[in-house]
């Protein structure tokens, strides 16, 4: 007998109307004070192949942005992905995240190089992002901050949807951030990805044993907070509006069904049990299951 073949592993990425937008923000000019992440690039490009390899996102609709030169150049990749988007729009960043003097979150490009000053016209203010996130006609919004301050950025609540909009599924927006508003994002040197990002694409490869057959953004949410914690990274943060975090975005490859209970008994001698109106006697005690009685206690 064949074994059986798995499911296909395919999410919600896999659907026509969906985009997705990584941008990894790693290499630093000398003249920056910020520190260059060896693992950046890394981590999204593998990233981008995960997302093909298990959600089922085709690689044509998947546009990678490495190291932004400005944030004239993040800023017309990410329009023109909430543009194009109209089911399922995700958003991933992977880089340094800086805050200015008002606790504002920005993300680095190649043109940051102060970790305050000057940020409002060197990196990209979250503000943005979450306004070009506005103007996009895709039902369901997904955003990954693999930066320090992460948490920062807070949830897509205020959102504006767009007004007459019917669908049979509730829009919604998710924020997945890798650390809570006051912490650092870890990458570490001797790593091949960030911790975070690097524990996202270890789960959506390998899957959750204990999991179900479906890898939503909740469970994902979970399992991350459950790694990261063992390992004493950051813990991440989440924000929800609307039914996003039941989204799938992959079949769980270490899902296995539990196993069926063994069937019943059947008497093999062809001879039927009921009596009728007659009655019962010892002989008939093997069609019977008698309990045994409690013991007492005097």
Not at 38 to 62: F, K, M, N
Not at 98 to 114: I, K, R, S, V
Not at 257 to 273: E, F, I, K, L
Request: net charge negative; with cysteine.
């Amino acid at each position: 007998m064949a074994a059986p073949q798995p499911s296909p592993r395919v999410g919600v990425l896999s659907g026509p109307g969906a985009r997705v937008l990584l941008v990894g923000m790693g290499q630093h000019p000398p003249t920056s004070q910020l520190p260059t992440l060896g693992s950046v690039s890394a981590t999204v490009s593998d990233l981008a192949a995960v997302l093909v390899e298990c959600c089922g996102a085709p690689s044509g609709r998947i546009h990678t942005v490495a190291d932004p030169a400005s944030p004239l150049v993040f800023g017309e990749a990410l329009h023109e992905a909430a543009t194009n988007a109209q089911d399922v729009l995700l958003v991933c960043f992977v880089g340094h995240g800086l805050l200015d003097a008002d606790g504002e979150l920005y993300l680095a490009t190649g043109a940051t190089d102060h970790v305050r000053d000057r940020l409002e016209f060197t990196a990209v203010p979250y503000a943005v992002l979450r306004k070009e996130l506005d103007r996009s006609p895709a039902r369901q919004r997904i955003v990954v901050l693999d930066c320090c301050f992460s948490g920062q950025a807070g949830g897509l609540a205020t959102l504006h949807w767009p007004d007459g909009l019917v669908t049979s599924r509730a829009p919604g927006g998710y924020v997945l951030a890798s650390a809570a508003p006051e912490e650092s994002a870890l990458s570490p040197p001797d790593q091949p990805h960030t911790m975070f990002t690097g524990e996202l694409i270890r789960l959506l490869r390998e899957g959750d044993p204990t999991g179900p057959p479906a890898l939503t953004l909740d469970h994902l949410y979970r399992c991350l907070d459950r790694a990261l914690t063992s390992r004493r990274g950051p813990r991440p943060r989440r924000y929800v509006t609307g039914q996003a975090g039941d989204l799938v975005l992959a079949s769980n490859p270490a899902y296995r069904p539990p196993r069926s209970p063994p069937p019943p008994s059947v008497r093999s001698d062809g001879v039927c049990p009921y009596r009728g109106l007659a009655a019962y006697d010892v002989v008939d005690a093997d069609y019977f299951l008698v309990a045994k009685p409690s013991p007492s206690f005097s």
